[in-house]
């Protein structure tokens, strides 16, 4: 609930409407299998992926406990991790971004390129920033 109170806020526009009379429970279970990627980490200073639905634990070819486990700048490889960090920046300063693209690996060593990401902060209740989240509607595989 926490993505989705956090994507109201900064980015406007809901991430997945509920349905009328929906739970708090469907609702997760809907996002844990929507056609979008969504990742999110924590505020930690070397973040470590806490939340991965269906389509990115495919993308990353990780299982849940694999992900949530693993620092999320290794999701990147290392010529990438330095525009990762300032694309992060970018969104720590501005509360979100809606026109990210960049290159991620898989465990396989695939490489894709993730475009049109929405990235944006999570608060919790008193307003802390605790964490960043994104949204990744497509993508294309790399040679």
Do not use: K
């Amino acid at each position: 609930m926490l993505m989705l109170s956090s994507h109201q806020r900064f980015v406007g526009r809901p991430l997945l409407l509920r349905s009328p009379g929906e739970s708090d429970e469907a609702l997760a279970r809907r996002l844990y299998t929507a056609p979008f990627g969504l990742l999110s980490h924590d505020d930690q200073a070397d973040p470590c992926f806490n939340y991965a639905n269906l389509v990115a634990q495919q993308l990353f070819e990780r299982s849940w406990d694999e992900l949530v486990a693993m620092p999320s700048r290794l999701s990147a490889e290392a010529p990438e991790r330095a525009e990762r960090d300032r694309f992060l920046a970018r969104v720590a300063a501005h509360g979100y971004i809606d026109d990210y693209a960049g290159i991620r690996v898989a465990s396989s060593g695939r490489r894709f390129r993730i475009l049109r990401a929405t990235v944006w902060n999570l608060v919790d209740a008193a307003g802390r920033q605790i964490g960043q989240a994104a949204a990744i509607p497509a993508w294309e595989p790399l040679a």
